[in-house]
């Protein structure tokens, strides 16, 4: 299975950006689906978006569309989650995710990051 490395997350305040970044190893990076689930203290985690194994196909949920931008670059095995006009209910540790596939999303995938913690301050 591919390892995942979450960076990038910080204290931001409500308005501002902030870019996640997801760093893979131990497998063939273009071959795996990527994704961004977050889970928010006291709640289930939730999907954010996912990409497929080329970036030409995108996909983020309504609650972040228009201000959350998923992409990736194979050539440095990378994926990000760009994070823009922060809401303080963004607030969420922030968790990439894997699985073989070239779709850009799964109801499951395999590999997981440690997280990133974001927090948006109002």
């Known amino acids: 299975q591919v390892q995942l490395v979450e960076s990038g997350g910080g204290l931001v305040q409500a308005g501002g950006s902030l870019r996640l970044s997801c760093a893979a190893s131990g497998g063939t990076f273009s071959s795996y689906a990527m994704a961004w689930f977050r889970q928010a203290s006291g709640k289930e985690r939730e999907f954010v978006g996912g990409?497929?194994?080329?970036?030409?196909?995108?996909y983020v949920v309504d609650s972040v569309k228009g201000r959350f931008t998923i992409s990736r670059d194979n050539a440095k095995n990378t994926v990000y989650l760009q994070m823009n006009s922060l809401k303080p209910e963004d607030t969420a540790v922030y968790y990439c995710?894997?699985?073989?596939?070239?779709?850009?999303?799964?109801?499951?995938?395999?590999?997981w990051g440690r997280g990133s913690q974001v927090t948006v301050s109002s």
């Open positions: 995710a894997a699985r073989l596939g070239h779709g850009a999303r799964y109801p499951t995938y395999d590999s």
């Open positions: 990409i497929s194994w080329s970036g030409g196909s995108a």
